[in-house]
């Protein structure tokens, strides 16, 4: 049997061992998800929140100890990771409280032509999940899913990333405390077989996290069974900066959203569009903060080998076409640490400023009104995140309803990820479906609509044998309704 072993990306340390999940293994905790699924729906809503709440309160009562392995699996600092686990309980909190409110049986409005049925709305579990997770946010990203899915009723056979399969079993282990009934929640380890054992086991849905080649993979493997998928799959994210805007928290709000986790962040800051008659003014007070910011101290190592080398590629291309580094350069790229990079004059056609760098890069240019600076924001293949400076919010609300992204920011980076009630998801390569919110709770449910008989219609229409009179009634009750004041 194969082992998967846990480096610390900092120093390579084995941090632990875990046994790898083969295509057998992977189908039999799918089928004791099986079984658990079918116990889990039956509880009901008020008994699967007061377990999520349990299980929520073992995360919680040991934020520390988890915070600390999350820190040695992925090299960021204590503190940031204890952040991770506090967003993540919160979203668990809230899907955990409002299921409920949100999935239960509904009456709904019949409408006219259906005056004599009764109709009812109704979200019900899909059975069980399969849950794909990343390496950079192990705990907060895949919970988004995993909360959810286990709100709305589902049992889950989470897959956490290679890079991180001590944070997945501890997560597990904390369930198994919490709720030792059923395996409801499950963690099988490995790497791509391991996750595409899981894609074939006959789950009901898989919800994946990662890179947009990779999802188009996933998809692939998914479409032989018709297993639907929830996607998110990472971005290009851009700030605009208006010539009003308060620019030293533009700047702060730059140099967070680029750089904190090692520009590790999905929805983090890659490109920066500023309005020219500031843009001197901005370039200078973030590159001051740049300089300032330690890797190793402000945020850790990159957590997989293979990222320093798209980083560098990136730097080295835009420096070869032309662009000018204000703050570092190729020499910030240093195994197994990036420092902080700022970028500008960049060609727009470089992968710096079209691919995703997932790495402590910024490029900024300057625009020469807010026109440009949308444009410029929704010339990509991705549509995650965006944030918006400028004094007049009113203005900034309408750049954002004009950005092509799930989720936008004004006067703040990454606002959205803290907020449970709000939806979170992408278009494009940066995926569909959304998890987090209401939405992210009906991601995971099947509608079911059911009608019944209230009474004898008084123009019956649903029959063979009707009567032509009756058509004709209500032909001209029709009329009345829907043509009053056509031509």
């Not at 059923?182 to 380890?189: K, N």
Request: neutral net charge; glycine residues 10%.
């Amino acid at each position: 049997m194969s082992r998967l072993r846990s480096l610390s990306p900092a120093t390579d340390e084995v941090l632990g061992e875990y046994e790898v999940s083969g295509a057998d293994a992977v189908g039999e905790a799918v089928e004791r998800a099986r079984v658990a699924a079918s116990w889990w729906a039956d509880l009901g809503y008020r008994a699967r929140r007061d377990r999520l709440l349990k299980w929520k309160r073992e995360i919680a009562a040991d934020v520390d100890e988890l915070a600390t392995l999350i820190r040695a699996e992925t090299g960021k600092p204590q503190g940031d990771a204890v952040l991770e686990v506090m967003l993540a309980v919160e979203h668990l909190d809230w899907a955990a409280r409002n299921a409920g409110k949100v999935l239960s049986r509904r009456r709904v409005r019949s409408g006219l032509l259906a005056a004599d049925q009764g109709a009812a709305l109704e979200y019900l579990p899909l059975g069980v999940i399969g849950v794909i997770g990343p390496w950079n946010y192990p705990v907060y990203t895949p919970l988004g899913s995993v909360s959810y899915a286990l709100a709305a009723g589902n049992a889950v056979v989470f897959k956490p990333s290679e890079y991180t399969p001590g944070v997945g079993a501890w997560l597990a282990g904390a369930w198994a405390r919490a709720v030792p009934e059923y395996p409801v929640l499950q963690a099988v380890f490995g790497a791509g077989e391991t996750g595409a054992a899981l894609v074939s086991a006959g789950v009901d849905k898989i919800a994946f996290t990662g890179s947009a080649a990779t999802a188009r993979l996933v998809m692939a493997a998914c479409a032989r069974t018709l297993t639907p998928i929830v996607v998110e799959g990472g971005g290009k994210d851009a700030m605009i900066v208006a010539a009003d805007a308060d620019l030293d928290a533009a700047a702060r709000a730059a140099a967070f959203g680029g750089f904190g986790n090692a520009g590790q962040t999905c929805a983090g800051v890659e490109r920066v569009y500023v309005v020219e008659a500031v843009y001197t003014a901005f370039l200078d007070r973030l590159a001051t903060l740049a300089k300032e910011i330690k890797p190793g101290t402000e945020y850790g190592p990159m957590t997989t080998p293979e990222q320093i080398d798209v980083v560098r590629a990136h730097v080295d291309d835009a420096l070869a076409g032309g662009g000018r580094a204000v703050v570092g350069g190729a020499d910030s790229v240093a195994a197994p640490y990036v420092a902080p990079v700022v970028l500008t004059d960049v060609p727009p056609q470089s992968p710096a400023v079209t691919e995703e760098t997932f790495g402590p890069v910024l490029v900024v240019d300057r625009v020469p009104d807010l026109e440009a600076a949308v444009d410029r924001a929704n010339a990509t293949r991705y549509g995650l995140a965006a944030s918006i400076f400028s004094a007049d919010k009113r203005t900034a609300a309408a750049l954002a309803r004009r950005l092509r992204v799930g989720a936008a920011s004004i006067n703040s980076v990454l606002g959205f990820a803290a907020v449970p009630s709000l939806p979170f998801g992408g278009v494009g390569d940066s995926g569909f479906g959304r998890i987090h919110g209401a939405d992210g709770l009906r991601e995971f449910s099947r509608a079911q609509s059911v009608t019944w008989k209230r009474f004898s219609a008084p123009i019956d229409l649903m029959r063979f044998d009707r009567d032509p009179a009756a058509l004709d009634r209500a032909r001209h009750l029709f009329r009345l309704r829907h043509a009053r004041g056509a031509g």
